[in-house]
């Protein structure tokens, strides 16, 4: 659940209808990593699907109404408008590498290619990125993995309305090993982006 919950961390919302109904829901582009967040949360409930329009892709959603959970998933830290104020949930530290996984995979990317072109020597690099509105939650993440081990992130806002926590190899070669090693639940991980990972370390190999 540790890894649901860092899900929703970044593409996951609470709504409240008119008639007082209460949802959370998970809205992304991977239908199978939706079946499996699903699952593991032992639901039932449909998965819809729309086009996005502009683009080739589907958008797939999950809505679940439930009063209790969105209660507690409001004193772990997350409102209906929790894009700016969001909170990192008070867990257990065994699961806490399943959240920062489940919120990479949402709102995070890595990059791997060949900088200092111009040298004689270019350098094969990583770098992981997470991105939030919230800074604050980005500086807590960032002390939490501190605490870790895992050092030199570098947090910056961006030309827009969001922040940027970056690591560069070395660093991003430790979360890789926290992120996808030291985990209860391995099955869910956006492929792609483990795949990334996997290609950088084959090809400094």
């Known amino acids: 659940m540790a890894y649901v919950l860092g899900f929703f961390a970044a593409d996951g919302y609470i709504t409240v209808n008119k ?12 239908k199978g990593l939706l079946e499996k967040i699903r699952k593991v949360i032992g639901s039932e409930h449909k998965i819809s699907k729309r086009p996005v329009y502009g683009d080739n892709k589907n958008i797939y959603r999950l809505q679940i109404g439930s009063i209790e959970m969105c209660e ?10 929790k894009t ?7 867990i257990p530290s ?3 590498s399943d ?3 489940g919120y990479f995979d949402g709102d995070g990317n890595v990059w791997v290619g060949y900088v200092h072109k111009e040298r004689k020597n270019k350098l094969l690099a990583i770098r992981t990125v997470f991105t939030s509105c919230s800074g604050n939650f980005l500086r807590r993440l960032k002390n939490n ?11 910056r806002k961006g ?3 969001y922040y940027r926590l970056t690591y560069s190899i ?4 430790k979360l890789y090993d926290f992120m996808y090693n030291h985990v209860i639940v391995k099955s869910l991980f956006l492929e792609r982006k483990k795949k990334v990972f996997d290609n950088f370390i084959r090809m400094r190999l």
């Open 19 to 30: 008639r007082g109904g209460q949802f959370w829901c998970i809205q992304i582009t991977d």
């Open 72 to 81: 507690d998933l409001r004193k772990l830290g997350f409102r209906e408008r």
């Open 84 to 90: 700016k104020n969001m909170a990192i949930p008070n």
């Open 94 to 96: 065994i699961f806490f």
């Open 99 to 101: 959240f920062v996984r």
């Open 145 to 155: 993995l501190e605490a870790r081990d895992i050092f030199k992130g570098v947090f």
């Open 159 to 161: 030309n827009g309305n």
């Open 170 to 173: 070395y660093s991003s070669l």
